[in-house]
C-alpha cells in the first residue's frame, strides 16, 4: 500500500525551530515529488513548495519562499518541512502529498496529488 | 495570473446533480485536479486530468474543462458527498496553487 506517514502534532513556542517530517513507503520515493501544503485553522488549502526526492531540487510558492525549508532524505524515504524561526502565524495543519505528472505528448499538462499524508498539526504559542 | 477561484458553497438535494467550478487562466494550458475534504481528515483526489478518477472513487464523480473554467460535476449527490472541495493546476511558474475551495451541502 502506498503510504505518507508524518510525524506527531508539535507545540512550540515563538522564535523556536522546527522541524516535521514525511515518510513515504510502498512506492519507489525517488521517483514522485513530495509537496507540502498549508491550511491554517478554518481555511482553505495553500500549495506551499515542492521537492524531488531523486535530487533534492526544490521550487516553492512565492508565499513560502525565504520562510519554511524543504529537503529530503531518500536514503530513509523522507521529506522535510522546517523553519528557523516560528510565528504565531505558523500555527496550522501541515500535509504533505506525493505529486504526480503527466507529461504524455511531450507537454506535462496533468498533476494531481495522491495520496496525501494524515497531517501534523502546529501550534505556536507563547 | 495564477488564482483558481471557486463558488464559496454551494447545495444539493440528496440525489440530485451538482456543479462546482474552478476558474483561472492557468485553466487554459493546464488541467485541474480535484479534492474532497471532510472535517477533520486530509484531502482526497476524486478527479485528474481530463477526467480520471483514482480507484476507489465512485463514478458518480466526473470532470470536465473548458477554456478557462474546470468542473467537478456529482451525479446523484449522496449525503456522504457532503465536505469541501478543492481544485489546483500548475501555473506557468511551475507553481500549483489551489482553488478558494468549495463547500457542498446535501440537503
Known amino acids: 500500500e502506498v503510504q505518507l506517514v508524518q510525524s506527531g502534532a508539535e507545540v512550540k513556542k515563538p522564535g523556536e525551530s522546527l522541524r516535521i517530517s514525511c515518510k513515504g513507503s510502498?512506492?519507489?520515493?525517488?521517483?514522485?515529488?513530495i509537496s507540502w501544503v498549508r491550511q491554517m485553522p478554518g481555511k482553505g488549502l495553500e500549495w506551499m513548495g515542492r521537492?524531488?526526492?531523486?535530487?533534492?531540487?526544490?521550487n516553492y510558492s512565492p508565499s513560502f519562499q525565504g520562510h519554511v525549508t524543504i529537503s529530503a532524505d531518500k536514503s530513509i524515504s523522507t521529506a522535510y518541512l522546517q523553519w528557523s524561526s516560528l510565528k504565531a502565524s505558523d500555527t496550522a495543519m501541515y500535509y504533505c502529498?506525493?505529486?504526480?505528472?503527466?507529461?504524455?505528448?511531450?507537454?506535462?499538462?496533468?498533476?494531481?496529488?495522491?495520496?496525501w499524508g494524515q497531517g501534523t498539526l502546529v501550534t505556536v504559542s507563547s | 495570473s495564477s488564482e483558481l477561484t471557486q463558488d464559496p458553497a454551494v447545495s444539493v438535494a440528496l440525489g440530485q446533480t451538482v456543479r462546482i467550478t474552478c476558474q483561472g487562466d492557468s485553466l487554459r494550458s493546464y488541467y485541474a485536479s480535484w479534492y474532497q475534504q471532510k472535517p477533520g481528515q486530509a484531502p482526497v483526489l476524486v478527479i485528474y486530468?481530463?477526467?480520471n478518477r483514482p480507484s476507489g472513487i465512485p463514478d458518480r464523480f466526473s470532470g470536465s474543462s473548458s477554456g478557462n473554467t474546470a468542473s467537478l460535476t456529482i451525479t446523484g449527490a449522496q449525503a456522504e458527498d457532503e465536505a469541501d472541495y478543492y481544485c489546483n493546476s500548475r501555473d506557468s511558474s511551475g507553481n500549483h496553487p489551489f482553488g478558494t475551495g468549495t463547500k457542498v451541502t446535501v440537503l
Open positions: 521537492i524531488d526526492p531523486s535530487d533534492s531540487y526544490t
Open positions: 486530468g481530463k477526467n
Open positions: 502529498a506525493r505529486q504526480r505528472v503527466d507529461c504524455s505528448g511531450g507537454s506535462c499538462r496533468i498533476d494531481w496529488f495522491d495520496p
Open positions: 510502498g512506492y519507489s520515493f525517488t521517483s514522485y515529488w
